[in-house]
């Protein structure tokens, strides 16, 4: 069974900065590029940011420049530091492999809100 554990979400004030981490099982991990995604209330599942394999990565345009992910081999873990945090930042965040396939296992998430 694929591990994906995700944690780190709080309640923020816009502006503030939260370290979310993702604990994956080996298997999925040193097999694929890593992402983050997020889903708002009411909103569709969405990307944020992914991590391949070699360490490059890419960002959503809504938190390029604010967000960024990195992996730990030695942990199998997989970050997302995210700073000056929007209230449209608000939602449950998610990592699993990148791309995603209709079949993947999705995690419990881990819920950000910012809110003043």
């Known amino acids: 069974q694929v591990q994906l554990v995700e944690s780190g979400g709080d309640l923020v004030q816009p502006g503030g900065s939260l370290r979310l981490s993702c604990a994956a099982s080996?298997?999925?991990?040193?097999?694929?590029?890593m992402g983050w995604y997020r889903q708002a209330p009411g909103e569709q599942r969405e990307f944020v940011a992914r991590?391949?394999?070699?360490?490059?990565?890419r960002y959503a345009d809504s938190v390029n420049g604010r967000f960024t992910i990195s992996r730990d081999y030695a942990k199998n873990m997989v970050y997302l530091q995210m700073n000056r945090l929007r209230p449209a930042d608000t939602a449950v965040y998610y990592c699993?492999?990148?791309?995603?396939?209709?079949?993947?296992?999705w995690g419990q998430g881990t819920q950000v809100t910012v809110s003043s």
């Open positions: 699993n492999k990148h791309p995603v396939m209709l079949s993947d296992y």
């Open positions: 080996g298997t999925i991990f040193n097999t694929y590029d």
């Open positions: 991590i391949t394999l070699s360490g490059s990565a």
